[in-house]
């Protein structure tokens, strides 16, 4: 698999030169039929690469249900939840066995046919009822709806750009070939990294040092306007891995932050076991939010997934557990899910609305609003 990708790209290079890192990135995890996440390999839980907050156990669906269920009451019985990049399907179907009021339509917006397949597996328990609500889509809806629009770790995904300064001169960094395989190599910015570079500094209270390296992902504003177009009125949740853009740029972070895992272990070379290795990079959320706000939503919060849970009382669904056996068991999610050196401060929030009538659920008192 690994082998017939890299032959792949390398054809691509010898066909047009230099590929720029997100062309690469994008083969590596995309190819039809060879990328990371379409070539029908298992990625997630203990028995694939990594393990996101669904796989820890029921708890964070749980969470999720209680404040998607206010939501509900505000929206009507017709809402909508449409779940991008739904992974292993865990969250889809806890989702629906923990909803009071589930969704009239559960839309599940995954490219990959092979995730598809095993989503549709792990569906398959659920009451006949609740199946017959799913639908599989390639593409976001051409139809409006009310509802939810959740991603959970999808953002972080999303092809980067990697830009450097070398005593202050800015280049792109692309992907070439050598006999002991691929190599960085650099290369003078397009017109949109250059001026998404140029932004950047305008935005940033502190100048970059002279030299740097780090990402953009240059097609987050047009990926949010797209999948969150169809919204006409309720909540889109993107939960992920990541900083406000003072951090992400932070001076001393001049390495930038892609990272990829393979069999629970992080490391940092892309061009290892490509199709094999999951590659990505942490998001910026004052980016993602700035992107929400140009499509047409509001900002109804952001802070970080520990205080989020919190606030929608994980905590006493563990005290209100039955019986210590699963006491135990939500209070190790719990742990796992929230605490600062775990997934609790490293993951956030981002809460975007569109005409809502009450508060959003489960941003406050950990806002983190002043960060972004």
Known sequence: MSEALCNRIVNKIETVGALPFADFMTMALYEPGLGYYVNGLHKFGHAGDFVTAPEQGSLFAQTLA????????????????????????VLARDLLMQLRQPPARYLILDRSAALRQVQAEQLEGLPQSLKDRVQWLSAPPQESFSGVILANEVIDALPVSVFELVDAELFERAVSVSEQGFRWTRRAPDKRLAGAVAHLREALPHPLPKNYSSEICLDLPGWMQTVTEPLVRGLALFIDYGYPRTEYYHPQRDSGTLVCH??????????????????????????????GVAAGLELAGFTSQG??????????????????????????????????????????????????????????????????
């Not at 998607?68 to 399907?89: C, H, K, M, Y």
């Not at 919190?310 to 006493?316: D, N």
């Not at 190790?332 to 508060?359: C, H, I, T, Y």
Request: hydrophobic share 45%; aromatic share 8%.
């Open 66 to 89: 209680s404040q998607f269920d206010t939501l509900a009451a505000e929206l009507g019985p017709d809402w909508t939840l449409l779940e991008i990049g739904a992974g292993s399907g």
């Open 262 to 291: 393979y069999r629970h272990r992080a490391h940092f070379d892309p061009f290892a076991w490509p199709g094999l290795t999951d590659i990505s990079a942490f998001v910026d959320f004052s980016l993602a939010a700035e992107a």
């Open 307 to 372: 205080a989020f849970l919190l606030a929608l009382g994980a905590h006493e669904r563990v005290t209100a557990a039955s019986g210590d056996k699963e006491r135990m068991r939500l209070a190790g999610e719990l742990k796992r899910l929230v605490l600062p050196g775990e997934m609790g401060e490293k993951f956030k929030v981002l809460a975007l609305s569109k005409a809502l009538e009450q508060p959003v659920q489960g941003l406050e008192p950990g806002s983190q609003l002043h960060r972004l």
